[in-house]
């Protein structure tokens, strides 16, 4: 396991400099590869936008999570998901893409919903700080998304599935971190 600090990545995914992404990312599976290991995964959904510009270059296969998520969803009949994520992942061609080859259609929330999710993950999230407001605001915008025909809901961070309960979520939830280690994800 290996990773560079998030503010490394977040310098270049803020210029939008994607092949600085990618060389963070190449950085650190050439440094696997070197120990021994036979497949990379990356549990950061965001920085899988440059996952185009490493594949190629990378000395050792690449999971791509958005492709287990889609296939999770496809395996569970889902036909519409909701995306939550960083603003730059809810906007992304990350899931757009990915899901489109699996015939599985999308939403994402309202721009000032996107804003105020990103806002939660980089100032509460990501420094361990999981407020009861803010799980329940992520409850009313899952809400809006099943409003709008989602069938499931994609948690498209890593900390999201630690403030989301599945038990009272509005949808069921697609935890694209297990869904990418291969554990069973979704409820029915």
Known sequence: MHTHPLAEYMTH???????????????S??????IGAELAMCP??????????????SPIPWLH????????AASHGFSRLGILGTKYLM???VYPE??????????????????????????????????EESRLYFNTVIQKLKD??????VLGCTEIPILVDPNDCPLPALDSTSCLQGRRCGKH
């Open 13 to 27: 995914i803020r210029s939008g400099n994607w092949p600085g992404v990618a060389e963070l990312m190449l950085s």
């Open 29 to 34: 599976v050439r440094k696997l590869a070197d």
């Open 44 to 57: 950061d959904n965001t920085i899988h936008q440059a996952f185009g510009l490493v594949v190629s270059e």
């Open 65 to 72: 999570i958005a492709e287990a998520v889609a296939e999770n």
């Open 91 to 93: 906007t992304g061609p």
């Open 98 to 131: 990915t899901l489109e080859k699996q015939g599985i259609f999308y939403e994402i929330p309202e721009h000032a919903n996107r804003e105020k999710i990103d806002a939660i993950i980089f100032k509460q999230l990501v420094n361990g700080v999981f407020r």
């Open 148 to 153: 709008c025909s989602c069938d499931a809901v």
